[in-house]
């Protein structure tokens, strides 16, 4: 049974989130009880998996998290926290402690760009975290961006800012939009980027960054 799981599996643990993202494409249902998280945990172990992304909705958002996250590093199991940052000082010292790498969005090299896709604030929010990760933390980092007809044009912009921590970054993933019939709340649902154009910028990456680094997936490769 064990050779028929795979090693490391990505979870969305939860629904809620507290930002109304235009391009969200989490799902929408009830989030499971703290003892059935822990059984399925106990039945990953059992079966060999060795990593578990944690993503949401916004994760942090479980009252249950800190002990969520603990019982899986007890398991021996390394983790991967997907989070919008805007709880992480609130759970630092639990997050350095059970987490081994973290994920975090960035829309915009700009408050004005990053903020108008992701929410007032969030931006700063960002920028505390990954400078409080970089300086006193010991995590690895990556990141994700979702290409839109908004924020396209900035992405030497965003290299440019993420070059800044480049030592510590294992990968940049910038993806396109899958539209979902069944979310009400994703309001742009389509992105009018021509192929030719997203491949030209595309190419110009990887000047202060490892292009090794950098990936681009469009929905044909999420789906």
């Known amino acids: 049974m064990k050779n028929n799981y795979p090693?490391?599996?990505?979870?969305?643990?939860?629904?809620?989130?507290?930002?109304?993202?235009?391009?969200?494409?989490?799902?929408?249902?009830?989030?499971?009880s703290t003892k059935k998280i822990y059984k399925i945990i106990d039945n990953l172990a059992g079966c060999g998996v060795k990593?578990?992304?944690?993503?949401?909705?916004e994760p942090l958002l479980r009252k249950d998290i800190i002990k969520i996250l603990k019982y899986i590093w007890e398991k021996n199991i390394r983790i991967c926290l997907a989070t919008n940052a805007d709880l992480y000082s609130k759970y630092q010292r639990s997050i350095n402690n059970y987490v081994a790498t973290i994920g975090i969005p960035i829309e915009g090299s700009t408050r004005e760009?990053?903020?108008s896709l992701r929410g007032v604030g969030n931006f700063s929010n960002v920028i505390n975290a990954i400078d409080k990760i970089y300086k006193k933390g010991r995590l690895q980092i990556y990141f994700s961006t979702?290409?839109?007809?908004?924020?396209?044009?900035?992405?030497i912009n965003i290299e440019n800012l993420l070059a800044r921590y480049q030592d510590r970054i294992i990968y940049w993933k910038i993806y396109n939009i899958?539209?979902?019939?069944?979310?009400?709340?994703?309001s742009i649902k389509s992105n009018?980027?021509?192929?030719?154009?997203?491949?030209?910028?595309?190419?110009?990456?990887?000047?202060?960054?490892?292009?090794?680094?950098?990936?681009?997936?469009?929905?044909?490769?999420?789906?």
Do not use: A
Request: glycine share 6%; proline share 3%.
């Open 178 to 186: 899958i539209n979902y019939s069944d979310r009400s709340f994703q």
């Open 192 to 223: 009018n980027i021509s192929r030719i154009k997203i491949k030209k910028v595309m190419d110009v990456l990887g000047r202060k960054l490892d292009k090794s680094k950098i990936f681009y997936l469009s929905p044909n490769d999420r789906s």
């Open 51 to 57: 990593g578990i992304g944690i993503t949401g909705g």
């Open 7 to 32: 090693t490391i599996v990505c979870w969305r643990i939860t629904s809620k989130c507290n930002r109304n993202c235009p391009f969200c494409f989490r799902p929408d249902r009830q989030d499971l």
């Open 146 to 155: 979702v290409l839109i007809k908004d924020n396209i044009e900035d992405l």
């Open 113 to 115: 760009i990053h903020d």
